[in-house]
């Protein structure tokens, strides 16, 4: 790895975009948690909360980070502007938080998927940033790119989601733990795996999107 991509990794847009990821993710854990208690007892809008408003929120939350980190996340240091790419079709921006959104709802439901949440976000996070790349191989009007990462990338990614549901699972119950202690309540491990989960499995959508970047680092440099 180049000492031009480490300073990209380290950039200061790319560590913000990641800071301001992980305490929005905590925020929308803990209020959506003192939401879906205040209506467990009301079926529908218990039903609501945890199938609706969470996974659109984690999208939005997603859609947020990648934004912000653009065009870092591709080991990009100059691409053209988000904007450009988001809003010079119509319909593109609603494509990508429906396509995220369908996922969320589906992918729970596969037979290997559904007990394996580390899964889910990076699969969300790949097809996003599947668009994004591809929107932006248009806007560079570059004719042919790849959308598949290497064989070792995927395995890295394959192999990242059960570490990070397990460091997740160990890291939630001892900050959890003390929390507990502290407040003279119980809870807080649950809440915490949630946001340190969506935190931890940011490094798998990393490995790809800059499997797909490296693509476009000559046509820009």
Known sequence: MSDHLL???FSPRLL???MLYGLLVMALEYFTARLHHAVRDVGLTAWMVEHVLLPWSRVLVLLLFLVLAYPALFGLAEAPPVADLLWSR???ISTLINTAFVLSLL?????LLGNLKGLVLPVQAIAMTTLLFHWL???LNVAEV?????GLALLAILALAPITQSLAHHASHWLGGHLNRINNREGFENLLYEGLLLFFQVPAVLIYTLALGRQLR???A
């Open 16 to 18: 913000g975009a990641l």
């Open 218 to 220: 000559g046509v820009i």
């Open 107 to 111: 992918l729970p439901l596969a037979p």
């Open 146 to 150: 790849s959308y598949w990462p290497g």
């Open 7 to 9: 300073a990209i990794l």
């Open 90 to 92: 119509n319909g593109r």
């Open 137 to 139: 191989a248009l806007a």
